[in-house]
């Protein structure tokens, strides 16, 4: 049974920082590609970042020099570095399995003052 729980969300002040954990089992992680997607009350859900297999990465233009996406295969797990954070990255911020319906539960990323 394919799993992804994500982690590390929390409440920071602007300028702060936070590291997302994805934490997968059930499927061979290392070939896998993998996206961190988010969703902000009353918005549709974006792509935040993805990493395939081989480690080339993409990212939105509004995350691009702040976020940083990475993975630790032997851990099958997937992270998300974000930095400067400002209150329009407030948000659920999901896992998922590139080109499948496989998601975690979400963790709440709250940036505010």
């Known amino acids: 049974q394919v799993q992804l729980v994500e982690s590390g969300g929390g409440l920071v002040q602007p300028g702060g920082s936070l590291r997302l954990s994805c934490a997968t089992s059930g499927r061979s992680f290392s070939v896998l590609a993998m996206g961190w997607y988010r969703q902000a009350p009353g918005k549709e859900r974006e792509l935040v970042a993805r990493?395939?297999?081989?480690?080339?990465?993409d990212y939105a233009d509004s995350v691009k020099g702040r976020f940083t996406i990475s993975r630790n295969n032997a851990k099958n797990t997937v992270y998300l570095q974000m930095n400067s954070l400002q209150p329009e990255d407030t948000a659920v911020y999901y896992c998922?399995?590139?080109?499948?319906?496989?998601w975690g539960p979400g963790t709440q990323v709250t940036v505010s003052s």
């Open positions: 990493i395939r297999s081989g480690g080339s990465t």
């Open positions: 998922n399995i590139w080109a499948t319906n496989y």
